[in-house]
């Protein structure tokens, strides 16, 4: 592991803060930075008994040797940050760009008000477009002009760089999901920018030549959370429930839409962002019997079956399979898989 970048394969709620926070238990990395655009995506870590709802902090900071950053294409809510810093307790390990776009309380109010995203496009009203389009337009206020986040500013694309130089380990945690993605996902119902992993790298300020190691993250079925939007092969909301599929969104708090695994969405998105291994999340809702295994060999056959169609078809390693809702509960094949 020298520079991994971590992004979501199908519509965002693939679980990337449960494979992100594994990854910093596991990997030890002295910087973990988050990309992508800002607090209208939740990540969802449980972490010795408790559950973390984040929205602008990186997964990894159940690691407390880990600096966490927030790159400067990261739209920041000012409340919404500090109040994470207060709950996790990060405040000396935890800094922004001052490059940052700021949303303030009119880009809610606009996104609340404008009837276009909220018939039609779906949005989840935490400003986040609006002010994406004020940073367009050049007009946006950024961090360095707020003065609460002056002790937390830093120059995150130096952090990284140097980092990454001295031969020391560095996580990037995307956010959304690749068909979300503003020039690749199912517009109009998408996000206002790209989340693809050369995104996520230019959020933070990293070339494409510092990257070691590009996961993909999907779920062992699709959801999306806006009730706008195409979903090949959706379920009844019925069937969703018999199955146990049936998930409520970290921010917008909306029932999310289900559909079995779509392996063409899933080998795009292996295109899109070059992706050199998999991370297959929530296979045990799918079968149950692999509630908290933790070993490759402790999967039932049919999970097993699953998961080398999934390698089959992707033509990518599916290195790290999540077992459980824990952020320890995943079976990590990378050494494994290294050795082949």
């Not at 910093?24 to 010795?48: M, Q, S, Y």
């Not at 935490?126 to 002010?131: A, R």
């Not at 020039?183 to 996000?191: D, Q």
């Not at 070993?295 to 080398?308: G, N, R, T, V, W």
Request: hydrophobic share 35%; proline share 6%.
């Amino acid at each position: 592991m020298g520079c991994v970048v971590v992004i979501g394969g199908f519509f965002g709620s693939e679980g990337k803060g449960k494979i992100v926070a594994h990854l910093a238990l596991h990997d030890k990395p002295l910087i973990a930075a988050r990309g992508g655009v800002g607090p209208n995506a939740g990540h969802t870590i449980i972490f010795e008994g408790k559950e973390y709802r984040l929205r602008q902090i990186p997964s990894a900071f159940v690691n407390p040797t880990t600096c966490l950053l927030i790159g400067p294409g990261v739209l920041v809510d000012p409340r919404v940050l500090l109040e994470e810093i207060k709950s996790t307790r990060v405040e000396n390990r935890i800094g922004l760009d001052p490059q940052c776009a700021i949303i303030e309380e009119p880009h809610i109010q606009r996104e609340r008000e404008n009837m276009y995203l909220n018939q039609i496009v779906k949005t989840t009203e935490t400003g986040c477009g609006p002010c994406m389009e004020d940073r367009v337009r050049r007009v946006a206020k950024l961090a360095r002009d707020t003065p609460e986040l002056h002790p937390y500013l830093t120059d995150v694309a130096l952090e990284i760089n140097s980092t990454i130089d001295r031969g020391k380990k560095v996580l990037v945690e995307g956010t959304q999901g690749t068909h979300l993605s503003l020039y690749h996902g199912t517009y109009p119902h998408c996000t206002s920018k790209d989340v693809t992993a050369s995104a996520i790298c230019s959020d933070v300020g990293i070339g494409p030549t510092k990257v070691s190691d590009v996961i993909a993250v999907f779920k062992a079925f699709v959801t999306r959370s806006s009730p706008a939007g195409p979903l090949e092969g959706e379920l009844p909301q019925g069937e969703a429930d018999r199955r146990g599929w049936t998930e409520i969104t970290t921010v917008s708090h909306r029932q999310r839409r289900v559909a079995p695994f779509n392996f063409q969405m899933a080998k795009r998105a292996v295109m899109l962002n070059g992706a050199t291994q998999t991370a297959l999340t929530k296979i045990d809702i799918l079968f149950p019997e692999c509630q908290g295994a933790k070993s490759f060999d402790q999967l039932p056959e049919k999970a097993l079956s699953f998961i080398q169609e999934v390698e089959a078809e992707l033509k990518v390693p599916v290195t790290l399979i999540g077992t459980g809702p824990d952020s320890r509960e995943i079976i990590d094949r990378r050494h494994a898989s290294s050795k082949k």
